[in-house]
Nanobody, 119 residues
Framework: QLQLVESGGGLVQPGGSLRLSCAASGFTLDYYAIGWFREAPGKEREGVSCISAYYADSVKGRFTISRDNAKNTVYLQMNSLKPEDTAVYYC?????????????????WGQGTQVTVSS
């Protein structure tokens, strides 16, 4: 069974940090475009970062994407978190990629992990 499972979300104060993990099973991430997306209440899903080194302007300098091929896992290190970073974060993987090097919507998606930044 092909699956992506996110973990690491939670409640954090502004200025704090979290590291999200996305573990793949049933396929090898090496050969896929991989990315992190987020969806906030009332907003459309947006691309946050992709392993191609794409970063949304709103997270540049604060978020870092990385991968561990041995663990078949991708990470998103999030520092200096802001209330506007509050959202459900999803990881996705697909073989074709868009112009940013990010997976297309029709690929594999995890179930999401909630990140809440609040004092």
């Amino acid at each position: 069974q092909l699956q992506l499972v996110e973990s690491g979300g939670g409640l954090v104060q502004p200025g704090g940090s979290l590291r999200l993990s996305c573990a793949a099973s049933g396929f090898t991430l090496d050969y896929y475009a991989i990315g992190w997306f987020r969806e906030a209440p009332g907003k459309e899903r947006e691309g946050v970062s992709c392993i191609s080194a794409y970063y949304a302007d709103s997270v540049k300098g604060r978020f870092t994407i990385s991968r561990d091929n041995a663990k078949n896992t991708v990470y998103l290190q999030m520092n200096s978190l802001k209330p506007e970073d509050t959202a459900v974060y999803y990881c996705a993987a697909d073989r074709p990629a868009d112009l940013r090097g990010c997976p297309l919507p029709g690929g594999y998606w995890g179930q999401g992990t909630q990140v809440t930044v609040s004092s």
